[in-house]
């Protein structure tokens, strides 16, 4: 997807973000700020700043937060946050002298990014200590994905059978995400979160019932209500065991992206 097609479904999405994804843990939080910390990072350039939902609890942790973002819809909900500081503004192209930040962070963006190398690159020259993002794990033991992702298969299925173009595979971002740090492997890679959950099966369906999901904004409310009714009947009251694990993975400066993006 490119840039454009991203943000226009950002946009779309951004009033139900907050509401529909789920915050990450306090201790998700304090462990990222502490490792932040240990690097000698003071000052944040987040990119792909969103609604805020990362760089407010850094900035309340003490970080100098600079939220990046190429969605006016999202930045506007950052705003309602009261960052301080708000830039709209394109991965590719940060408007930002070299080394203007002590580091540059990804929250669940890479995956997004049709040249996340490129993207990568660019972060690493604002920074001068190292470029972090926040993925999923290389390896998945419980895998998560496909449990957690049956609900909204069903969706799918049902909204494919009526004849809208759905992806034949979705299991969330951690496969792109795998590919990106396959041809980019960072210098650390430090868990900050791992825990065991359950959760009911319906929980995806939350999003997917408001529409938030890329996948679904162009098809009608009353589709997409009607398939996530069925879904909701098939999974019942089922509930998952999964893993949750968040990684937050560090090149260190200087820099050096392989060449091919
Ligand atoms: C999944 S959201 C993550 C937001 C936030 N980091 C979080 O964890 O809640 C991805 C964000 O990246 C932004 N984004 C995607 N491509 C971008 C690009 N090329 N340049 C700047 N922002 C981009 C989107 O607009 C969106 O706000």
């Known amino acids: 997807m490119t840039t454009r097609e991203v943000v226009r479904d ?8 907050d509401a529909t994804r789920e915050p990450l843990e306090p201790a998700a939080l304090d462990r990222m700020a502490e490792q932040l910390r240990t690097a000698g990072v003071s000052s944040i350039l987040e990119v792909g700043v969103g609604t805020g939902r990362v760089a407010r609890p850094l900035l309340d942790r003490g970080f100098a937060v600079t939220g990046l973002d190429a969605s006016w ?27 203007a930040f002590d580091a540059t962070l990804f929250v669940h963006v890479l995956h997004l990014l049709d040249r996340p190398l490129e993207a990568l690159s660019e972060a690493g020259r604002v920074s001068r200590r190292g470029t972090f993002a926040l993925v999923r794990p290389p390896a998945d033991p419980l895998r998560r994905g496909r449990d957690a992702h049956r609900a909204r298969r069903i969706v799918y299925r049902i909204l494919a059978e009526q004849g809208y173009p759905m992806p034949s595979r979705d299991d969330g971002p951690g496969g792109k995400e795998r590919e990106i740090l396959a041809r980019f492997p960072p210098d650390e890679m430090t868990v900050v979160y791992d825990r065991t959950e359950t ?30 009714a069925a879904a909701r009947k098939e999974v019942g009251d089922a509930t998952f065991t999964f893993r949750r694990v968040e990684t937050l993975a560090a090149w260190r400066v200087p820099l050096r992206p392989p060449a091919a993006a």
Not at 10 to 17: C, E, K, N, T, V
């Open 10 to 17: 950002f946009d779309r999405i951004s009033p139900a973000y």
């Open 199 to 228: 959760a009911p099966l319906s929980r995806p369906l939350e999003m997917l019932s408001r529409r938030a999901h890329r996948h679904l904004l162009d098809i009608p409310e009353e589709v997409v209500d009607r398939a996530v």
């Open 73 to 99: 819809g999202m930045l506007s909900h950052a705003r309602g946050k009261r960052l301080p500081r708000l830039v709209h503004g394109s991965a590719y192209r940060l408007p930002f002298d070299r080394g």
